[in-house]
């Protein structure tokens, strides 16, 4: 343990030395779009299989795609967000190969001429370290079906709701070096993607997948030779199998063996990696231009309509939230990961102070309902509620602690915090009289104390305070109850 | 001969319109005709009772003076296109009992204007083949046949056959290498590829979709202009559909030549091309002179290519468009017990010779270490093919050309790929470049087999094409009925 303690994140101490991880991460985001890449047919999830198939999705004879414009428009939007090259002429290449759930035998997808090229992100990486990861390229391709084996003893099924579902893949550059790296540039990548709503970034619902590639090298050295691991949904399953693979590797090379490029699938039951086909398996995919579509051409005007309609992307509302609110750039990075929490957190901080409120709707709100397994969005507690709540604390009305009674009652009867706290008479005592009244009864009671603490233990004073509150039932003013026997036990 | 089956398209349409003659009368003497020539082989499927329920249709839509521009007219169609409810088979046994649900844009745009469907006509399995014997069910016989059965061209060879034997008004092709002028010329009709773009591929059975174009096969140049008034049109379910309108065609047939200029490609007449054939050649351009065109000699330098660039790029395109047919949704399937081995058995006895050979060279030319000497070669050359047509266009109307090197073959001649390939060495180069182009016949040869000259014109000058058509088809004044005609 001590000896790791020296690592850089990222970094495997092994039997030969310290050796540094390369991960480029391939993320396919589903396009939330109403109808298919090429076809006419809805594209939502969970439909009944095979109804939401086009005679363009089944590949019937004669049949031609036609490119979905709105998906064009995500895809220029997307590549924006990410401050990338946009493409005025990109090319749809046809990649061909067979399987039971690709009906046309080929998915187009664009190969050498994509959508979008180079561009850059900034991850956060902790409260203060950020870094900079390179993206490659973005690209429009279709989803293929999904076959299910599980149905029947010795058929397979098959489902093409999924197939021509548009999708972008966005590749980044071997720029990550760790796995954290690679969680936090996903989780940058997804809430991108979600503030301008080009997709929905549900990974349980696969609207958002990676494939990871991993290789490992002494640090500085070249790049070793990668695996790639497929098909990742979430990005604790990211962040294990990146792990996995890399550990595997240095054994393997620690012990004279080669690494071999390969395609991966990560077992999530092991956690561990496992090889799905080698490069000598590869498929030769006979990518050539979709002779069915046109090239795609747009001008540097509908280029820059697109941007005009981007919202305020998360990087600059870290900055706003913070100068705006007061709040710390850690504060903030969490605010801005959702659109619905920078939503959630500026009703709520409205005329309120805004760093109280940050504390309690991530502390607070936040760990509720996690607790309680609930989403933002279906919060008990509403903006408005929580920004009252705030107030009464910040005016005095009720403590810190009763607040947090009168939270947890929040959630369970989305009453108004005034209302709990009327109902329950929990308003804080900040009348002299009322708490003289309760520092006389406890200085007669505990005349010892009195005297030990007159005669110089200090200490005993958070005692006398105790009992003050205990009487009163938390109610009591404790900046006023301090005060007031400070003067009183003279 | 029946009267009804000595009228072209234009007198039927005019007759019908004068309530001369009624549709029923007309289809049911075509179906009568199709009886009559049914060793032909042409058709793959006769629809008699949907035919006489569409002329009954148009008789009365004639009657209620609400006509379509081919109110009426019996049709076949090439079993290329979708047609809904319909057995649609592309000459395949992979398909052999595929009922689309769907109808082709093409073929809709020609009922819509009151076109009556007879049946579904013949061709080479998947349109590829230049002798239509390559189709699954069996060989279409040249109603020009003299003692042995000769081969009617292809890939539309039942269309070309049927409309020969006036076993159709006029029939629809598709056309990617030649598959509509090669058969006309064979069977001494009309032949007529548009620009690409120009007719909507939607619903046609691909094959090499940079290439493939529908067009009409008539008896004349005017019955060619009124069937593609109805099939052309831009359609936003094909994107390399063309929206550029076309004037009405009819409008153009008989202006004057006068001053056009004709260029007449050098590279058009090499060693190999038949004697009889040069010689109709040679007095088309006379017969174009004489109506006042200037003929200008020209060169198409990159002419040679046009072949084996061809037979990489349609076969690399046809590799991937018949991946769909792989028995997993519709169409003929073998079981087996792995995914692998189904499909290699589906494909294996699904596909036939000529349709696997072009899927393994199109995979082949696509391949990882081949792209760059294959397909992207090819891609460039097309380019230049594609170029000498755009500055030959500079200079000269049109282009004066043989549509084919030799007239119609016997059948089980040509045995050997390369020798049937060549037989479309002067229609390849149009549909490589994506202009239009029309065979019309001139002559019979020596033989007694019908002799075809192509003109071809520049991207979207169809009106053109069709009033420089005609005028040599009044020169050459072909008016010959084969023998195994329809009596």
């Given at each position: 343990m001590t000896e790791t303690l020296n690592l850089k994140p990222g970094q495997i101490k092994g039997t030969s030395g310290i050796w540094e991880m390369v991960i480029g991460l391939e993320i396919h985001a589903q396009i939330s779009s109403k109808s298919k890449l090429f076809s006419g047919a809805s594209a939502s999830f969970g439909s009944d299989a095979n109804s939401s198939v086009s005679l363009v999705d089944a590949a019937m004879p004669g049949m031609l795609p036609v490119i979905n414009k709105f998906c064009v428009e995500q895809a220029v939007k997307t590549g924006l967000a990410l401050n990338a090259k946009i493409n005025n002429i990109s090319v749809f290449d046809r990649k061909n190969y067979f399987y039971a759930d690709l009906p046309q035998g080929y998915q187009i997808s664009q190969f050498t001429k994509p959508i979008v090229g180079e561009g850059e992100i900034i991850i956060d990486l902790d409260s203060e370290n950020q870094t900079v990861v390179g993206i490659e390229r973005l690209h429009l391709e279709q989803d293929a079906g999904k076959s299910l084996h599980d149905q029947h003893p010795t058929k397979s099924f098959i489902d093409l709701n999924r197939t021509g579902v548009a999708l972008m893949e966005i590749v980044s550059k071997p720029d990550i070096r760790s796995p954290q790296e690679a969680g936090a540039y996903v989780k940058k990548i997804r809430s991108i993607l979600r503030y301008i709503g080009a997709c929905d970034g549900n990974m349980e619902e696969g609207s958002l997948r990676a494939d990871c590639n991993v290789s490992v090298r002494r640090p500085g050295?070249?790049?070793?030779?990668?695996?790639?691991?497929?098909?990742?949904?979430?990005?604790?399953?990211?962040?294990?199998?990146?792990?996995?693979?890399?550990?595997?590797?240095?054994?393997?090379?620690?012990?004279?063996?080669?690494?071999?490029?390969?395609?991966?699938?990560?077992?999530?039951?092991?956690?561990?990696?496992r090889s799905m086909r080698s490069k000598e398996d590869a498929h030769d995919y006979r990518y050539f231009p979709d002779p069915d579509l046109l090239p795609l051409e747009f001008s540097n005007e509908w280029v820059a309509e697109i941007k005009e309609t981007l919202p305020e992307l998360p990087d600059s509302l870290k900055k706003r939230l913070i100068k705006d609110f007061g709040i710390t750039p850690y504060d903030a990075s969490v605010l801005v990961e959702e659109k619905e929490y920078t939503d959630f957190y500026i009703k709520a901080a409205n005329g309120v102070d805004g760093k109280l409120t940050a504390n309690w709707m991530i502390?607070?709100?936040?760990?509720?309902?996690?607790?309680?397994?609930?989403?933002?969005?279906?919060?008990?507690?509403?903006?408005?509620?929580?920004?009252?709540?705030?107030?009464?604390?910040?005016?005095?009305?009720?403590?810190?602690?009763?607040?947090?009674?009168?939270?947890?009652?929040?959630?369970?009867?989305?009453?108004?915090?005034?209302?709990?706290?009327?109902?329950?008479?929990?308003?804080?005592?900040?009348?002299?009289?009322?708490?003289?009244?309760?520092?006389?009864?406890?200085?007669?009671?505990?005349?010892?104390?009195?005297k030990d603490y007159l005669g110089g233990k200090d200490k005993l004073f958070g005692f006398f305070v105790g009992q003050v509150m205990k009487l009163s039932q938390g109610k009591a003013n404790p900046g006023l109850v301090n005060k007031l026997l400070k003067e009183n036990l003279k | 001969?029946?009267?009804?089956?000595?009228?072209?398209?234009?007198?039927?349409?005019?007759?019908?319109?004068?309530?001369?003659?009624?549709?029923?009368?007309?289809?049911?003497?075509?179906?009568?005709?199709?009886?009559?020539?049914?060793?032909?082989?042409?058709?793959?499927?006769?629809?008699?009772?949907?035919?006489?329920?569409?002329?009954?249709?148009?008789?009365?839509?004639?009657?209620?003076?609400?006509?379509?521009?081919?109110?009426?007219?019996?049709?076949?169609?090439?079993?290329?296109?979708?047609?809904?409810?319909?057995?649609?088979?592309?000459?395949?046994?992979?398909?052999?009992?595929?009922?689309?649900?769907?109808?082709?844009?093409?073929?809709?745009?020609?009922?819509?204007?009151?076109?009556?469907?007879?049946?579904?006509?013949?061709?080479?399995?998947?349109?590829?083949?230049?002798?239509?014997?390559?189709?699954?069910?069996?060989?279409v016989i040249n109603p020009w046949s003299k003692t042995n059965p000769m081969s009617p061209g292809g890939s539309s060879g039942g269309s070309a056959a049927a409309v020969a034997?006036?076993?159709?008004?006029?029939?629809?092709?598709?056309?990617?290498?030649?598959?509509?002028?090669?058969?006309?010329?064979?069977?001494?009709?009309?032949?007529?590829?548009?620009?690409?773009g120009r007719c909507s591929r939607w619903g046609i059975v691909a094959f090499s979709s940079s290439l493939d174009q529908a067009g009409p096969l008539t008896r004349t140049v005017s019955d060619a202009a009124l069937m593609l008034n109805s099939m052309a049109g831009y359609d936003v379910k094909d994107s390399t559909s063309a929206n550029i309108s076309m004037p009405d065609l009819m409008t153009y047939l008989d202006n004057s030549i006068k001053g056009k200029k004709i260029g007449i490609p050098k590279e058009y007449t090499q060693d190999g091309i038949s004697q009889d054939i040069m010689?109709?050649?040679?007095?088309?351009?006379?017969?174009?002179?004489?109506?006042?065109?200037?003929?200008?000699?020209?060169?198409?330098?990159?002419?040679?290519?046009?072949?084996?660039?061809?037979?990489?790029?349609?076969?690399?395109?046809?590799?991937?468009?018949?991946?769909?047919?792989?028995?997993?949704?519709?169409?003929?399937?073998?079981?087996?017990?792995?995914?692998?081995?189904?499909?290699?058995?589906?494909?294996?006895?699904g596909f036939g010779d000529e349709v696997k050979r072009r899927i393994m060279i199109g995979t082949y030319v696509l391949s990882s270490g081949y792209y760059d000497?294959?397909?992207?070669?090819?891609?460039?050359?097309?380019?230049?093919?594609?170029?000498?047509?755009?500055?030959v266009f500079k200079n000269v109307d049109y282009l004066l050309t043989p549509?084919?090197?030799?007239?119609?073959?016997?059948?089980?001649?040509?045995?050997?790929?390369?020798?049937?390939?060549?037989?479309?060495?002067?229609?390849?180069?149009?549909?490589?470049?994506?202009?239009?182009?029309?065979?019309?016949?001139?002559?019979?040869?020596?033989?007694?087999?019908?002799?075809?000259?192509?003109?071809?014109?520049?991207?979207?000058?169809?009106?053109?094409?069709?009033?420089?058509a005609r005028t040599l088809e009044k020169c050459a004044d072909f008016n010959?009925?084969?023998?195994?005609?329809a009596k």
């Open positions: 050295d070249e790049f070793g030779t990668r695996c790639e691991i497929k098909n990742l949904n979430s990005i604790r399953f990211i962040i294990q199998a990146i792990q996995s693979e890399a550990e595997r590797q240095v054994d393997i090379i620690e012990s004279g063996g080669k690494i071999n490029q390969e395609t991966r699938l990560f077992d999530t039951s092991t956690g561990e990696t502390t607070e709100l936040f760990g509720a309902l996690k607790k309680e397994n609930l989403t933002l969005e279906n919060s008990p507690v509403s903006p408005e509620n929580l920004g009252k709540l705030v107030g009464l604390i910040s005016k005095g009305i009720i403590s810190g602690k009763i607040a947090k009674d009168v939270f947890s009652e929040m959630m369970i009867s989305k009453k108004s915090p005034a209302e709990i706290v009327r109902e329950k008479g929990l308003e804080q005592v900040s009348d002299d009289k009322e708490i003289l009244k309760l520092i006389d009864k406890v200085i007669l009671e505990n005349q010892e104390k009195v | 001969m029946s009267d009804f089956l000595k009228l072209d398209l234009l007198g039927a349409s005019i007759a019908l319109k004068n309530k001369e003659i009624s549709s029923v009368e007309l289809t049911n003497a075509y179906i009568n005709a199709i009886e009559k020539t049914s060793s032909l082989g042409a058709y793959l499927d006769v629809q008699a009772d949907y035919a006489l329920e569409m002329a009954n249709r148009s008789d009365k839509k004639i009657q209620q003076g609400t006509a379509g521009p081919l109110e009426g007219i019996p049709i076949g169609v090439k079993d290329m296109f979708c047609t809904k409810n319909i057995k649609t088979t592309a000459s395949s046994k992979i398909l052999e009992n595929f009922y689309p649900t769907y109808e082709s844009t093409v073929t809709q745009n020609l009922w819509n204007d009151g076109a009556v469907m007879l049946g579904k006509l013949s061709c080479d399995e998947f349109a590829m083949g230049s002798s239509n014997e390559t189709a699954a069910k069996g060989n034997a006036r076993s159709a008004l006029a029939a629809t092709g598709t056309d990617t290498g030649g598959s509509i002028r090669q058969p006309a010329a064979f069977c001494g009709i009309t032949g007529l590829k548009p620009t690409y010689k109709f050649y040679e007095s088309s351009i006379n017969w174009l002179k004489d109506s006042g065109a200037e003929i200008v000699p020209v060169s198409l330098p990159h002419t040679k290519y046009a072949l084996p660039v061809y037979y990489i790029i349609a076969p690399a395109e046809a590799s991937s468009n018949l991946a769909r047919y792989d028995g997993v949704r519709y169409g003929a399937r073998n079981e087996a017990a792995t995914l692998d081995e189904m499909y290699e058995l589906t494909r294996g006895n000497a294959y397909y992207l070669k090819a891609q460039k050359v097309r380019r230049l093919i594609k170029e000498d047509f755009e500055n549509s084919t090197p030799t007239t119609a073959f016997e059948l089980g001649q040509k045995q050997d790929p390369l020798t049937m390939y060549l037989n479309d060495i002067f229609t390849v180069p149009a549909s490589l470049a994506g202009v239009p182009g029309i065979s019309i016949p001139v002559g019979l040869d020596s033989s007694g087999l019908p002799v075809g000259v192509q003109l071809i014109a520049n991207s979207f000058d169809e009106p053109g094409l069709i009033n420089v010959l009925i084969p023998d195994g005609a």
